[in-house]
């Protein structure tokens, strides 16, 4: 389906760009050292990331805690910020939240279903803003 080709896409491009990222998060300096193309890339991963939005919008609707959550949460349970670890683990886990997710929503009211972006935004806004907080310190 459409989803799965989005995401196998999504995590396809994401380990193809890894390397650049973490160059690109050492700072500007260190990437231009090392001989990294700054705009091709910021152009080539404002592109490809826009795009991959807009299939994932599209095809799951709008559920941006997920978005916002997990690739934190990611890095903090793997206590790294390596995107060659990071993203394609956090698509992964993107993936099992928005399922948990789905079955709360199913279950919860059942014989109603409530919407998935409610159940995220109960448990994504509270986790954001202890994740803002803890930048904080």
Known sequence: TLSAG?????VTVAILVA????VLAAGELRARTVGLALEAWRTLLFIAC?????IAVVSAGTVGFVGLITPHAVRLM?????????APA????????????DLVARTCAAPRQLPVGAI??????????????GRGR
Not at 19 to 22: A, F, G, S, T
Request: no cysteine; net charge positive; glycine share 6%.
């Open 50 to 54: 826009a795009t991959l939005t807009a």
């Open 120 to 133: 995220m935004a109960l448990v994504g806004a509270p986790l954001f803003v202890a994740l803002l907080r």
């Open 6 to 10: 989005a995401a196998a896409l999504a």
């Open 19 to 22: 390397r650049p990222l973490n």
């Open 90 to 101: 956090a698509a992964l886990a993107g993936g099992m939240v928005l399922a948990a997710a």
């Open 78 to 86: 793997f206590r790294s910020s390596d995107h060659r670890i990071v």
